[in-house]
């Protein structure tokens, strides 16, 4: 049965942590072995949305293992796709999911997929529908590259946190809301606690308003994932009291779901907390004055972090971008190489 990557949700702990031993002994040998594992492999990565690491890695990824990767950016070099069954297609788009899924399926061995919500309606966006299609109708593996989750990023950040902590279990983890001048995806939020929970922290949700809290699909899985590991999942609005003792601060800025498609109205809430940046004077209150931090990039600077904090030997921003290139590699091995 083929076996589909599109959320962490479905992977046990056991499974994430042996994908991150491999990674880390592809990230050794590196330079060192010449990889084979996806020799005479192709990969579809389909993008509906822009990209700087998710496409260098991945592209970089795929060669580095011996296979080849063919980027297609449908409604620029390839056909614009309707997703939704049952359609008139009298619009836009040229040629439906079904068709698309099964013929990438019959050229490659894995379609990877990029496809942020459309931001207007929450209910629409959290069915995830675009790639939920493209794994109806393929007949390959399809891997999630960021919807409204982003668990490649997970799996990197969980290496990079490994590398640096040792143990993740019983650390405590910060995912904070920062500010931004525009409203964004909740899919690296989503994801951050996702793998905090599922790898031993306790978490807290640090953000500006009950509105900020997530889905409670994501909320309700952490807390699930955090007890079996006899933690907790805790919700704050008080900075000062989050950052308190934290070994981790994780930063991203993302919209409040009940104002998708109504973004002037929550303009207000969000110009009011611009003092959620990620500065020196909260990071002095993480444990010892010496939590990491981090982010998943692209990153505003001096919006969502300080240059200070950034720049300090604290910061985990271009250890954890590197490692999407490792954790991939394992998850691309896994899924299709021919060492499983």
Not at 121 to 130: C, M, N
Not at 262 to 274: C, L, S, T, Y
């Amino acid at each position: 049965m083929t076996r589909h990557f599109l959320s962490t949700l479905d992977w046990s702990r056991a499974e994430i942590e042996a994908l991150l031993a491999d990674a880390s002994e592809l990230k050794a040998t590196r330079r060192a072995v010449r990889r084979n594992d996806l020799a005479g492999k192709s990969v579809a990565l389909v993008f509906f949305n822009p990209s700087l690491r998710t496409r260098s890695s991945f592209e970089i990824g795929v060669f580095e293992m011996g296979g080849h990767a063919v980027v297609l950016e449908p409604g620029k070099g390839a056909w614009p796709i309707e997703y939704r069954d049952g359609v008139v297609m009298d619009g836009e788009a040229e040629e439906h999911v079904e068709e698309v899924a099964r013929v990438l399926s019959r050229y490659c061995d894995l379609i990877a997929v990029r496809a942020f919500p459309k931001f207007q309606r929450w209910e629409d966006d959290r069915e995830d529908a675009v790639i939920q299609a493209f794994a109806k109708y393929a007949t390959v593996p399809v891997l999630n590259m960021e919807t409204i989750t982003h668990p490649c990023q997970e799996l990197a950040l969980a290496l990079t946190l490994r590398e640096r902590l040792g143990t993740t279990d019983g650390k405590k983890l910060v995912v904070t809301w920062t500010y931004h001048p525009r409203p964004l995806n909740t899919a690296v939020a989503n994801s951050a606690l996702i793998i905090a929970a599922k790898m031993g922290f306790d978490v807290t949700l640090l953000c500006p308003t009950p509105e900020y809290v997530l889905d409670a699909r994501y909320m309700d899985a952490a807390r699930t994932f955090a007890k079996e590991n006899g933690r907790s999942v805790t919700v704050s609005h008080d900075v000062d009291a989050a950052y308190r003792d934290a070994h981790v601060v994780y930063a991203k800025s993302w919209g409040a779901l009940p104002y998708f498609g109504r973004w002037d109205e929550e303009k207000p809430i969000r110009d009011a907390h611009k003092h959620f940046i990620v500065d020196e004077r909260k990071m002095a209150l993480t444990l010892e004055g010496n939590g990491l931090f981090s982010h998943c990039l692209p990153m505003r600077r001096n919006v969502k972090a300080t240059d200070a904090v950034v720049r300090s030997p604290s910061s985990l921003v271009i250890d954890e971008a590197e490692n999407r290139l490792h954790v991939q590699k394992a998850l691309l091995r896994r899924l299709i190489g021919d060492a499983k």
